[in-house]
């Protein structure tokens, strides 16, 4: 897995959805975004893949226990406890997890909202 194009799809991978914000409500021309703070642990061996970016999608990540492994631009670069790195339009990546114990980040990012479920039911139609 040491290129870009190889990477897995995603295995080993929880995520925990921490907190969320309405940045609409904060930030005038924000109205359908959301800043939103997620646990994610990937299991020795986990991949969180497969190849992607983060246009439209700009976030940090820390590194709170284990080490990630960022695959981008052909490099592959280890991040351990206390580092963590940007996500920014110009992010093209996919990460593993190559140590023995568990790795924990929290990723911060800016996304769209999710629509609302009664929005997707009005939008498929009558519920049958």
């Given at each position: 897995?040491?290129?870009?194009?190889?990477?897995?799809?995603t295995?080993?991978?929880?995520?925990?959805?921490?907190?969320?914000?309405?940045?609409?409500?904060?930030?005038?021309?924000?109205?359908?975004?959301?800043?939103?703070?997620?646990?994610?642990?990937?299991?020795?061996?986990?991949?969180?893949?497969?190849?992607?970016?983060?246009?439209?999608?700009?976030?940090?990540?820390?590194?709170?226990?284990?080490t990630?492994?960022?695959?981008?631009?052909?490099?592959?670069?280890?991040?351990?406890?206390?580092?963590?790195?940007?996500?920014?339009?110009?992010?093209?990546?996919?990460?593993?997890?190559?140590?023995?114990?568990?790795?924990v980040?929290?990723?911060?990012?800016?996304v769209?909202?999710?629509?609302?479920?009664?929005?997707?039911?009005?939008?498929?139609?009558?519920?049958?």
């Amino acid at each position: 897995m040491g290129k870009q194009t190889t990477a897995a799809e995603t295995r080993g991978v929880t995520v925990q959805l921490l907190a969320s914000m309405d940045l609409g409500a904060e930030i005038e021309g924000m109205a359908g975004r959301q800043l939103r703070m997620r646990k994610v642990t990937i299991a020795p061996g986990g991949v969180f893949g497969p190849v992607h970016d983060h246009r439209d999608r700009p976030g940090l990540v820390y590194i709170l226990q284990g080490t990630i492994t960022d695959h981008r631009d052909g490099v592959a670069t280890d991040y351990g406890p206390g580092l963590g790195w940007p996500e920014d339009r110009h992010t093209l990546h996919w990460l593993e997890n190559r140590g023995a114990l568990p790795a924990v980040e929290i990723s911060i990012d800016i996304v769209r909202q999710p629509a609302e479920p009664a929005a997707k039911a009005d939008a498929a139609g009558p519920a049958r």
